[in-house]
């Protein structure tokens, strides 16, 4: 069983920065692949990044990719992602998600989810 807990959401103005973080409870937290995704109003939840167990293999979506930067701290047990040149755009809910095997972009792939947070860019 693993929980998750985002934070670091927030408003921030169009070009501006906000890193998440997810906080994973659970000895087995290095064995589980991290994704985040995101759902705006009215919309799909759509994929964001995945990275690996090790960290050594990651996965953008082409609308975040050179943006938008995964990253994990085993130690922290600890999923980030740094979102740069932020747009309204990407204005959603963002969510992390954990499954056992490797990376994927499809939610349904994912065991684990967190309650999401809100990340809101104005014009």
């Known amino acids: 069983q693993v929980q998750l807990v985002e934070s670091g959401g927030g408003l921030v103005q169009a070009g501006g920065s906000l890193r998440l973080s997810c906080a994973a409870s659970?000895?087995?937290?290095?064995?589980?692949?991290m994704g985040w995704f995101r759902q705006a109003p009215g919309k799909e939840r759509e994929f964001v990044a995945a990275i690996d167990w090790s960290g050594g293999s990651t996965n953008y979506a082409d609308s975040v990719k050179d943006r938008f930067t995964i990253s994990r701290d085993n130690a922290k047990i600890t999923v980030y992602v740094q979102m740069n040149s932020l747009k309204p755009e990407d204005t959603a809910v963002y969510y992390c998600?954990?499954?056992?095997?490797?990376?994927?972009?499809?939610?349904?792939?994912?065991?684990?989810w967190g309650q999401g947070t809100q990340v809101t860019v104005s014009s």
């Open positions: 998600a954990a499954r056992i095997w490797g990376i994927s972009d499809r939610p349904a792939d994912y065991d684990y």
């Open positions: 659970g000895r087995t937290f290095r064995r589980y692949a």
